[in-house]
Nanobody
Framework: QVQLVESGGGSVQAGDSLRLSCVAS????????TAWFRQAPGKEREFVAA????????HYADAVKGRFTISEVNAKHTVYLQMNSLKAEDTAVYYC??????????????????WGQGTQVTVSS
């Protein structure tokens, strides 16, 4: 079992920045990939960014490339999502998820075994 706890959400103005944190506990060594997804009201959950264990590689959705950065501090079992130049369309509940079995893609929610409870990000224009 892996437990994930997100924090760092809030209400900001367009153009502002936020940093989300995802702290893992439990069988943290089993994590292969940790990702951020988001879900806006009435929309499906969508991929935002992912990082492989040890920070070997990072992947981003086109909508956030150049604005968001995912990083990991292994000693703290923490993955961060630095979000800059926020837009109103970034408003959503942001979820941290971790994959513990090899999958063909990091983009699909069904490939992830453990999820956090989510943190709300609201961006006003």
């Amino acid at each position: 079992q892996v437990q994930l706890v997100e924090s760092g959400g809030g209400s900001v103005q367009a153009g502002d920045s936020l940093r989300l944190s995802c702290v893992a506990s439990g069988r943290t060594f089993s994590r292969m990939v940790t990702a951020w997804f988001r879900q806006a009201p009435g929309k499906e959950r969508e991929f935002v960014a992912a990082i492989t264990w040890g920070g070997g590689s990072a992947h981003y959705a086109d909508a956030v490339k150049g604005r968001f950065t995912i990083s990991e501090v292994n000693a703290k079992h923490t993955v961060y999502l630095q979000m800059n130049s926020l837009k109103a369309e970034d408003t959503a509940v942001y979820y941290c998820a971790t994959m513990t079995r090899p999958q063909s893609t990091v983009l699909m929610p069904r490939g992830y075994d453990y999820w956090g409870q989510g943190t709300q990000v609201t961006v006003s224009s």
